[in-house]
């Protein structure tokens, strides 16, 4: 009998491993996914349908945004993987639904409608019924910022978004570089229109518009403020600003304050 459980536990422990191995070869190798692979500089994207003309001007593009923030590293692989495959997107279960999550140096399309040619991404999700408009660079240089911070200090990281968790200053910083908003002498203005925008609904779910047309989620323009505001009035660097005990909503009354002065 004790024979008969010890085979038993063995032979989970071995599908297990086995498991486990198969999903690290696959995660790490999206080519064994997917039918195709186009370099654009330090990004390649990986797909299975035939990429859209405009898709090189749009990485391009990026590449150029992500260029501003001080973690830019010109020897890092970017890898896009595009929805178009029924299993790569699948591998990891992401917490939500996302339009696109990274992990390490790898972005993974996993919801919505990406048009290069037009620049979107048009998606509907369940909670809203209205189908919503996002600035498609806006939405690569943000997630592709994540591979920036991960390049640069995996461990923090994976250390305070693990599982599923949001960190509003890695989330403050992409959306900072993401949306251009470095030297862009706004703040006190964009300061303006997120409080107005905070009187229209439940904030957690608040969708708000930009000049573009486009969406943009409520609570990270509030992390990206915060971040500017950080980086532009108190003179700090990403690692200090992420190195911070300070609680998110006394830095956002410091930031208020400030902008009444």
């Not at 908003?181 to 997120?194: A, M, Q, R, T, V």
Request: charged share 25%.
């Amino acid at each position: 009998m004790i024979k008969t459980i010890k085979k038993v536990i063995l032979s989970l422990l071995a599908v297990i491993v086995i498991s486990c191995l198969i999903w690290i070869i696959l995660f790490l190798n999206p080519n064994l996914s997917y039918a195709n692979q186009t370099q654009f500089d330090i990004v390649t994207i990986f797909h299975n349908q035939e990429l859209e003309e405009s898709t090189e001007v749009i990485i391009n593009d990026v590449i150029e945004i992500l260029k501003r923030s001080e973690l830019y590293d010109k020897n890092l692989n970017i890898q896009l993987c595009l929805n178009d495959d029924k299993i790569y997107p699948n591998l990891y279960p992401i917490f939500g639904t996302p339009l696109a999550y990274s992990m390490f140096n790898k972005t993974i399309v996993k919801n919505g409608e990406f048009n290069f040619n037009e620049n979107i991404i048009e998606v509907q999700w369940k909670i809203n019924t209205e189908l919503q408009k996002h600035n498609l660079t806006k939405v690569l240089a943000h997630e592709f910022t994540h591979n920036l911070q991960s390049n640069a200090n995996s461990s923090y990281k994976i250390r305070t978004t693990f599982p599923g968790k949001i960190n509003w200053k890695l989330e403050g910083h992409a959306d900072y570089i993401a949306k251009e908003f470095k030297n862009d002498g706004e703040l006190k203005s964009k300061i303006e229109k997120y409080l107005i925008d905070s009187k229209k609904g439940e904030l957690r779910l608040l969708i708000i518009d930009n000049k573009d047309g486009t969406k943009q989620i409520h609570s990270y323009f509030k992390y990206a403020l915060v971040f500017q505001y950080l980086v532009e009035e108190k003179k700090m660097k990403f690692d200090e600003i992420c190195k911070l005990e300070t609680d998110l909503d006394e830095l956002f009354s410091q930031m208020i304050e400030w902008s009444e002065k």
